[in-house]
């Protein structure tokens, strides 16, 4: 369970990589994390992959390509993490703790010290992370580039933010710990399973009223996400909404 510390912290963290157009890229990054001591690589709807022009950037870093998992939806590439970074040339719409790099990883290190895994999560080369995807974010971290040329090549910012996990890991970084948690916290399934109930609630209860969901449901989870809910309080909310599902029945029984 992800309470338990781990003997060896690296294991617990991964490189996510959304929606790459070039291969290359995917490449590269294999080999930056290779670098500095990381094999665990997550590719959700690469444009291409496998690829020969992967294989060439790998450049060695063969065994991070062959075990690398590819899936459709971001959440699946995050299964059993209960710490997300989201790394963004720009702050977008989401209000998420911004952190330098360094502050990134010594955050993301406590939390692997205390046994949780963690993702590291990179955008698509031209549109970087869109909003939904920092929306399943527990921080944002930004390389402090120029502002009038602030995107970096992604494996680039790959090997940025793998060096910064690596001096943090290397005991370089000052520790700047999340707050303790007592409980397993929820993953990005089981948060997304109470996302999509929470969703459905509101469509039962007549929340909406003719408003468009999407920016209701962005601001809860942005919400929830700052929360951070264990397993036990996930439980808690399933439970009040079942309970609202139920009484929005009853109701329409009623009228109907
Ligand atoms: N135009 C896109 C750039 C995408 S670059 C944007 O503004 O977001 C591809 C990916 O590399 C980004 O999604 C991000 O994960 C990473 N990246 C590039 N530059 C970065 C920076 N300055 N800080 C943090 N991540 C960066």
Redesign the pocket.
């Known amino acids: 369970m992800p309470m338990t510390p781990a003997a060896d912290p690296v294991s617990l963290f991964r490189f996510v990589l959304v929606r790459t157009s070039h291969p290359g890229n995917i490449g590269s990054a294999a080999r930056a994390i290779r670098t500095m001591g990381f094999t665990r690589m997550e590719l959700v709807s690469p444009h291409r992959f496998p690829d020969r022009e992967a294989d060439a950037l790998a450049a060695g870093a063969d065994d991070v390509l062959s075990t690398a998992g590819v899936h459709a939806e971001l959440v699946d590439g995050l299964a059993g993490c209960t710490f997300v970074v989201g ?4 702050r977008r719409g989401i209000n998420l703790p911004e952190l330098t790099p360094r502050e990134g990883a010594a955050q993301a290190l406590a939390a692997a010290r205390r046994g949780e895994q963690v993702a590291l999560v ?8 869109e909003n939904d995807e920092l929306a399943r974010c527990h921080a944002m ?3 402090p ?1 120029v502002d009038d040329f ?3 090549n ?1 494996s680039q ?1 790959v090997q940025v933010m793998a060096y910064e996990q690596r001096l943090a890991l290397l005991g370089d970084a000052p520790l700047q710990a999340p707050p303790e948690h007592d409980r397993p916290l929820a993953d990005a399934a089981q948060m997304e399973r109470f996302y999509q109930h929470l969703a459905d609630t509101l469509d039962d209860i007549d929340f909406h009223k003719g408003r468009s969901p999407e920016t209701i449901m962005l601001r809860l989870r942005k919400l929830f996400q700052r929360a951070q809910p264990d397993e036990r309080e996930l439980r808690v909310l399933h439970g009040i909404l079942a309970d609202a599902q139920r009484m929005a029945q009853l109701a329409n029984q009623r009228e109907g």
Do not use: D, K, P, W
Request: cysteine-free; overall charge positive; charged content about 20%.
């Open positions: 790394l963004s040339a720009r990179f955008g698509n080369e031209r549109t970087g992370l971290v930004r390389i580039s602030s995107s970096l992604l910012a």
